[in-house]
């Protein structure tokens, strides 16, 4: 079975740093592509950053260029945001979502980690 | 980038009946890229459709996607209370991806 756990949200003073964690199983990880995607409180969905399977491809929203790193780490089956210099408007929960065999569209999801900018 | 519009923003409909859902582009999706999720409250995304028209594991047959180029579609063919959720699609052909910003569906 697929599961992906994510941990390291929490409330954080804007300009703050934060490190998401995405424990996968289930499924050969180092072969799939990863993404972050957040979704504000009662908003849509919105694309963070994805990363391909051996790293050498990292992409990012223009919201948070410059600010956040995506990271994974095949021999334990984890991947990784690093937000710095957090901002109020990056309040959202943080899901970590598995790429499909055929495209990057998202077959499988965590339950998301809530991360807080506040002060 | 691509921006995908959905339309109707929120709907109301009664069990049996059939919807369609729309997601239009502001430019062509390469290979027909497109995805559909169902969101319902306090759960994570759960992928309906990709490749326009193909259902994911276990999404029963009353769920069909179809559409190229710019116009796509969700269809219920037959609706159920548990239906009730938020829809949204998303691109994936180009770089970046991205969603649309979802349509709500109520079961009345």
């Known amino acids: 079975e697929v599961q992906l756990v994510e941990s390291g949200g929490g409330l954080v003073q804007p300009g703050r740093s934060l490190r998401l964690s995405c424990a996968a199983s289930?499924?050969?990880?180092?072969?799939?592509?990863m993404y972050w995607v957040r979704q504000a409180p009662g908003k849509g969905l919105e694309w963070v950053s994805g990363?391909?399977?051996?790293?050498?491809?990292?992409e990012y929203a223009d919201s948070v260029r410059g600010r956040f790193t995506i990271s994974r780490d095949n021999a334990k089956n984890s991947l990784y945001l690093q937000m710095d210099s957090l901002r109020v408007e990056d309040t959202a929960l943080y899901y970590c979502?598995?790429?499909?065999?055929?495209?990057?569209?998202?077959?499988?999801w965590g339950q998301g980690t809530l991360v807080t900018v506040s002060s | 980038e691509i921006v995908l519009t959905q339309s109707p923003g929120t709907l109301s409909l009664s069990s049996g009946e059939r919807v369609t859902l729309s997601c239009r582009a502001t430019?062509?999706?390469?290979?027909?890229?497109l995805a559909w999720y169902q969101q319902k409250p306090g759960q994570a995304p759960r992928l309906l459709i990709y490749?326009?028209?193909s259902r994911a594991t276990g999404i029963p047959d009353r769920f069909s996607g179809s559409g190229s180029g710019t116009d796509f579609t969700l269809t219920i063919s037959r609706l159920e209370p548990e239906d009730s959720a938020v829809y949204y699609c998303q691109a994936y052909g180009n770089s970046p991806i991205t969603f649309g910003q979802g349509t709500r569906l109520e079961i009345k």
């Open positions: 289930g499924f050969g990880f180092g072969g799939y592509a």
């Open positions: 990363i391909r399977w051996n790293s050498d491809t990292t």
């Open positions: 979502a598995k790429t499909g065999p055929s495209g990057h569209y998202f077959d499988y």
């Open positions: 490749g326009a028209s």
């Open positions: 430019q062509s999706v390469r290979s027909s890229s």
